[in-house]
């Protein structure tokens, strides 16, 4: 047992271990620890040390508590048996439930052993799965141990799938949880009432970077992959409630349902479905109960357990598993992630409400915004953009101005701004000193004609940090004290106030100062600033006399800072009155799409027009290709589509540049597109300079921008945003989910050391930031989880209308166990067949069968089609809309008296011809822009019989080859069969 422990879970002798005996008849007459907490301890396991005391006393217990159905078990977390006790864990271990599957867990545990150098300690349960255990050199902290053992387990499955080993399912998903118990060896099982018994020994502690399981590396994983699947599910799972589903109730609730059921594959008796159509019932089953999940499964046409279309079959199956009413949104929400992850399922888009609702509705325009500011007093704007929200913020505060006559105090205005690239426009319309403006000559000024001595402007960073600033007192004036903060300048502290103080961009100011990185070369070089700024921002709030809050996504992190300093404009919020929209959004989430239409566009621009505005969340770098959506993978993909095409860059290396500066001033001519990354995209001027369809790329640049740090805003004025909106993003500096306070803790941690003497990490001023922190990462990780949906929320409160482009898509390629690609062996079935891919398959035998006129036919049919796809392409060709081009290239070509059922040598003079007429130059740019075809063609150097294989396959067809003749002299044949004949 000792020897177990240590090799198994990390524990060396004299460790106390909690060991227990768990289960019992039912599952419901709970544990026996083999001892006890007191309640005032916290209750549950006390951990014990174990000898041969502690021996005797398990082996004496081990018979009669498996009479009550109790096993032998441990617990591998170090502390006790709950997750508030344990601290850290070493073990990392994995169980695969198959029946009759040991050699190939063996297989796989020793393909894993292969692949990092190391060797499980093996433990036979008796049971079904085998257990395999690894202990780590270092400790696992308690919060960091599920996102470490999920990573695991992916990496155990990656390896059985490199290895070609067919695992229908993965390890056991309650192995992520560090209260998890598992068998010890000598442990008796008890349906088979074998002894568990070790197997193989492993070789002592491995380092956890050697198993690709650094902190780093997991924690960047779960952001990309397990973050974004249970956000999703918590959100889903809170439109499942009050009986309803993902927001319907109802016919509509069932409908969706029904929906959802069609999406999962009907159980086929013998075909290794059982597994998956059991999630789908069981789900189903424990949230609707058995009579409701039986009738949604039987209108989505599924069979019940013995493979017969009953419902009565369906209610018996359905009844096997227990009612959860009171976790029935849970499961729900579980089922609508599993499905659309697993299975493809279109779910309907959610009603989100991540903006504020209107306490009060003015009209939007910059009168009707100052005349209720002026006569109701100031307040929450989350006016959307376009309506004046600026202008009247300004236009107020000239009126308090004007009647500041008799007041006890002078009158003063500060304006709060997220960054300094929109100080010099807001300066100027308030006629305020720009703070945070530069000398130099190259930036903003600090002062312009008409400049008042009462008003500034300031971004985030020189608020609170003085050497952010590059001014001196003459520039703050009043404003140059000490204050409480311990910072200058700060409109807060000793007798120093701002009468007026306007936080534009409320959200994007808070997204920055609490969400933003810290470290060298970020925006916070170090946390100590951060929280400088911090505290001045809510001192700066406390003090001031009326505070004007504007941002069109406004939502409760922004409403709670306000409330918890104390001040009453949190409760008054205006809006404007809904209206029709004016502005389209064309979006798509696929982004060979999104590529085709720039290209689409900036093929058919003519000379007169305005050059086309591209805006990419990435520079790139040279020669890596065309594919992504870098600025240089854009920019060489426009040059290849369109010869002589005259593209710019603008981005972090090349924005000083003197042609950049020309184009960012408005000076346009020569460029027919412009590529901007977000470093520059904000000092663009979109207004008559560039066309009206602007493009954007991208989480971080997109129109709404939800992602905070360096995103403009700008786009919001083009009638036309071309968006290409991922499913789901994720960002390296948000913390993982349940983690904020972790994160906040270390980072006031290492604050407090730098700010020496600057007490930065106490006071309520920093447990009310600490709060909405909290809040500000929950809903901006939720909304990277669920990006897609949110950004067509925001759009849509932003006054877009939003349409997808709707994408012609290759066929679905076959996926064995794990997800490994196959082969097809049959053609698919003609029915299958959407109509771009029936009309080529049908054209092409048609063609075999001498049908010249009904080939004619086909080509005007294709011809249409190629149009008709063209006119909902945000009004552009398309260049992937061309399936006439390519219907014209096979037939040229001659594929189709390839695929006369006669079987032809690789040399044969027909498919010489056919491979060389599909690999000239002109064919593979017809191909490549066919992104609906996936054709991946190899070039003139493939063999033919594999370039004519590669195309059939794309329309649905197969490759058959067959060796014939007599031994020593065969030959292989080829015949080439597309849907609908075999």
Not at 556 to 572: D, K, S
Not at 585 to 599: A, E, F, H, I, V
Not at 612 to 618: C, D, F, K, R, S
Request: aromatic letters at 6%.
């Amino acid at each position: 047992m000792p020897r177990f422990l240590e090799l198994a879970a990390g524990f060396r002798g004299g460790d106390p271990v909690v060991v227990t005996f768990y289960g019992g008849k039912d599952g419901s007459s709970g544990s026996h620890h083999l001892r006890w907490r007191g309640h005032a301890e916290g209750g549950g396991a006390l951990p014990v040390v174990w000898d041969e005391a502690l021996r005797q006393e398990v082996e004496e217990r081990l018979l009669p508590e498996l009479e009550e159905d109790r096993q032998l078990g441990f617990v591998a977390g170090v502390g006790g048996s709950k997750k508030a006790q344990i601290t850290h864990l070493y073990g990392l271990r994995a169980e695969i439930d198959l029946e009759d599957s040991h050699e190939l867990q063996r297989q796989v545990y020793a393909a894993v052993e292969e692949r990092y150098g190391i060797r499980f300690t093996l433990l036979d349960t008796g049971g079904k799965s085998l257990h395999a255990w690894i202990a780590s050199s270092t400790a696992i902290p308690v919060e960091q141990y599920s996102y470490t053992s999920k990573r695991w387990h992916a990496l155990i499955v990656e390896t059985a799938q490199k290895a070609g080993l067919d695992l229908p399912k993965g390890p056991d998903n309650a192995c992520h949880g560090p209260t998890q118990v598992m068998r010890l060896p000598g442990a008796v099982h008890k349906k088979s009432r074998k002894v568990a018994e070790v197997i193989q020994w492993g070789e002592g502690p491995v380092a956890l970077e050697a198993l690709a399981l650094a902190w780093s590396e997991v924690e960047e994983w779960a952001k990309r992959t397990e973050v974004p699947k249970t956000v999703a599910k918590q959100a889903f799972a809170r439109k499942c409630e009050a009986g309803q589903f993902l927001g319907r109730s109802g016919d509509a609730r069932i409908d969706e349902l029904v929906s959802l059921a069609r999406a999962v594959p009907i159980r086929v008796p013998g075909g290794g479905t059982y597994d998956t159509v059991l999630k789908l019932v069981g789900a189903l089953s424990r949230a609707l109960g058995a009579e409701e999940a039986a009738q949604v499964l039987h209108r989505a046409g599924h069979l019940d357990k013995e493979g017969r279309p009953s419902l009565e079959g369906l209610r018996q199956w359905c009844g096997t598993f227990d009612s959860d009413p009171e976790g029935a949104a849970d499961h729900l929400g579980w089922l609508a992630v599993w499905a659309e992850r697993e299975h493809g399922w279109h779910r309907p888009a959610l009603g989100l409400e991540g903006v504020l609702q209107p306490s009060e509705l003015v009209a939007p325009n910059s009168e009707a915004i100052s005349e209720a500011l002026f006569s109701g007093g100031p307040g929450l704007l989350v006016c959307r953009t376009g309506t004046g929200k600026s202008e009247g913020a300004f236009a107020y505060v000239n009126r308090l101005d004007e009647n500041w006559a008799g007041a006890a105090r002078e009158f003063s205005a500060v304006m709060i701004t997220p960054r300094r690239t929109i100080n010099s426009q807001s300066a100027q319309k308030l006629r305020a000193v720009n703070v945070s403006g530069r000398l130099t000559g190259k930036g903003d000024p600090f002062r312009q004609p008409g400049t008042q001595p009462n008003r500034y402007v300031c971004c985030l960073q020189s608020l609170g940090n003085p050497d952010k600033q590059n001014g001196h007192a003459a520039f703050w004036g009043e404003y140059q004290s000490l204050g409480d903060a311990g910072s200058t300048p700060v409109p807060t502290g000793r007798g120093v106030m701002a009468a007026v103080l306007i936080l534009d961009e409320f959200r994007q100011i808070l997204t920055d100062l609490l969400l933003s990185p810290s470290g060298p070369k970020t925006l916070w070089e170090e946390p100590a600033k951060r929280w400088r700024s911090g505290i001045a921002l809510v001192r700066s709030i406390a003090h001031a006399g009326v505070v004007l809050a504007m941002d069109a996504q406004a939502g409760v992190p922004e409403q709670e800072l306000l409330r918890g300093i104390g001040r009453v404009e949190a409760a008054r919020v205006l809006g404007c009155p809904t209206v029709a929209p004016s502005r389209t959004m064309c979006w798509t989430s696929d982004q060979n799409r999104w590529r085709d239409c720039l290209l689409g566009h900036a093929k058919t621009r003519s000379a007169t027009d305005r050059p086309l505005l591209v805006v990419t969340g990435a520079k790139g770098k040279e020669g890596k290709g065309q594919r992504g959506l870098s600025a240089r993978a854009l920019r060489d993909a426009l040059l290849e589509a369109v010869p002589g095409v005259r593209v710019l860059i603008i981005d972090a290396e090349s924005k000083d540049i003197k042609a950049a500066q020309q184009v960012l001033r408005g000076e346009v001519e020569g460029w027919d597109v412009v590529i901007c990354t977000p470093v520059a995209q904000s000092g663009v001027s979109w207004v008559s300079a560039f066309a009206e369809t602007v493009f954007v790329a991208g989480g971080r640049t997109l129109p709404p921008n939800i992602c905070g740090g360096q995103a403009g805003r700008r786009e919001r004025t083009a009638t036309t945003c071309v968006a290409y909106v991922p499913k789901t993003e994720w960002d390296r500096s948000l913390p993982l989910y349940d983690q904020e306070e972790d994160k906040i803790r270390a980072e006031l941690r290492k604050a407090r050391e730098q700010a020496g003497d600057l007490a930065i990490a106490h006071g309520w001023e920093i447990v009310l930031l600490e709060r909405v922190f909290v809040l500000a990462a929950r809903r901006q990780i939720e909304e990277l989880a669920l990006f897609r949906d949110y950004t067509l929320h925001y759009a849509a409160v932003d006054g877009w209308a939003t349409e997808e482009l709707a994408p012609v898509k290759p066929l679905p390629r076959l996926k064995g166990s794990g997800g490994v690609r196959e082969k097809r062996t049959e053609p698919v079935p003609y029915g299958e067949l959407d109509q771009w891919h029936e009309l080529l398959v049908r054209s092409l035998r048609l063609q075999a069968n001498g049908a010249v006129c009904e080939v004619a036919q086909a080509q005007a049919e294709a011809l249409a089609e190629s149009n008709q796809a063209k006119v909902g392409s945000a009004g552009a060709d398309l260049l992937s809309a061309n399936l006439s081009e390519v219907l014209e290239l096979l037939l040229s070509a001659g594929l189709g008296r390839l695929c006369d059922g006669e079987r032809r040598a690789g040399d044969h003079e027909l498919v010489r011809a056919v491979a060389e007429a599909l690999q000239i130059p002109e064919a593979a740019r017809v191909l490549r822009n066919a992104v609906w075809l996936q054709v991946d063609l190899k070039g003139t150097g493939a063999k033919p019989a594999r370039t004519i294989g590669t195309v059939v396959r794309s329309l649905g067809g197969v490759s058959d080859a067959k060796k014939v003749g007599p031994r020593g002299a065969q030959q292989q044949l080829y015949r080439w069969v597309l849907p609908g004949e075999r």
